[in-house]
């Protein structure tokens, strides 16, 4: 009962912190507020026992990603008119994604009700079931190869994209590690032969 009443709290919260994300006329108040709803999503999925789910949305998106996103609109002059102007005009697909998603969300968690396999009960003690290292088992056993193959993919957009952003500037001092590399001792060091001088 207890648990129920926490979930309908947090459910409230987490309705309220969406809409605000859109209503919000300033975006530095529309971030707050979707940081909220990811903090409430994450305390949702916790009340779920899907705890790695809720680490990750904290620690990926709440950490990282809305840092970013609060640092560039706090950084940057936005004009508000301009991000109206297209509202009503792509309100409709907006409600057609919306529409899409909701029966997503229906037909997942309504599986029983449609003949859907579902995974067992995390809180049955009879079964030992894990959601950590059932999603680990997953990822390195069965997708361990697209799972590389992502790794790899981010590893060359970071390349890709420090490479986009280095500018060579001719008011500032750079190494060449090529050159460092490729210098020899007689290059660096020079011997000089001078005779001792003698004491009087």
Same mark, same amino acid.
């Given at each position: 009962?207890?648990?129920?009443?926490?979930?309908?709290?947090?459910?409230?919260?987490?309705?309220?912190?969406?809409?605000?994300?859109?209503?919000?006329?300033?975006?530095?108040?529309?971030?707050?507020?979707?940081?909220?709803?990811?903090?409430?999503?994450?305390?949702?999925?916790?009340?779920?026992?899907?705890?790695? &789910?809720?680490?990750? =949305?904290? @620690? /990926?998106?709440?950490? $990282?990603?809305?840092? +970013?996103? %609060?640092?560039?609109?706090?950084?940057?002059?936005?004009?508000?008119?301009?991000?109206?102007?297209?509202?009503?005009?792509?309100?409709?697909?907006?409600?057609?994604?919306?529409?899409?998603?909701?029966?997503?969300?229906?037909?997942?968690?309504?599986?029983?009700?449609?003949?859907?396999?579902?995974?067992?009960?995390?809180?049955?003690?009879?079964?030992?079931?894990?959601?950590?290292?059932?999603?680990?088992?997953?990822?390195?056993?069965?997708?361990?190869?697209?799972?590389? &193959?992502?790794?790899? =993919?981010? @590893? /060359?957009?970071?390349? $890709?994209?420090?490479? +986009?952003? %280095?500018?060579?500037?001719?008011?500032?001092?750079?190494?060449?590690?090529?050159?460092?590399?490729?210098?020899?001792?007689?290059?660096?060091?020079?011997?000089?032969?001078?005779?001792?001088?003698?004491?009087?």
């Amino acid at each position: 009962m207890f648990e129920t009443i926490v979930f309908y709290v947090f459910a409230a919260i987490l309705l309220f912190a969406a809409a605000r994300v859109i209503t919000a006329r300033n975006p530095v108040h529309a971030a707050l507020f979707l940081v909220l709803a990811f903090f409430t999503a994450a305390a949702i999925w916790l009340l779920l026992r899907a705890e790695f &789910l809720a680490i990750a =949305l904290v @620690l /990926v998106y709440v950490g $990282a990603v809305m840092v +970013l996103f %609060l640092f560039v609109v706090m950084m940057l002059d936005i004009n508000l008119d301009r991000l109206r102007e297209g509202f009503w005009h792509h309100l409709p697909l907006g409600l057609a994604v919306a529409v899409v998603m909701l029966a997503e969300t229906v037909f997942v968690l309504g599986g029983r009700y449609f003949g859907l396999a579902t995974l067992p009960a995390p809180g049955d003690p009879g079964t030992a079931y894990n959601n950590t290292k059932e999603i680990g088992r997953v990822v390195y056993t069965d997708y361990i190869y697209p799972f590389e &193959l992502s790794a790899v =993919l981010l @590893l /060359v957009a970071i390349i $890709a994209a420090i490479s +986009l952003t %280095l500018r060579r500037r001719t008011d500032t001092k750079a190494q060449n590690p090529a050159q460092q590399v490729a210098v020899k001792r007689q290059d660096r060091v020079r011997l000089v032969s001078m005779p001792a001088e003698k004491e009087e």
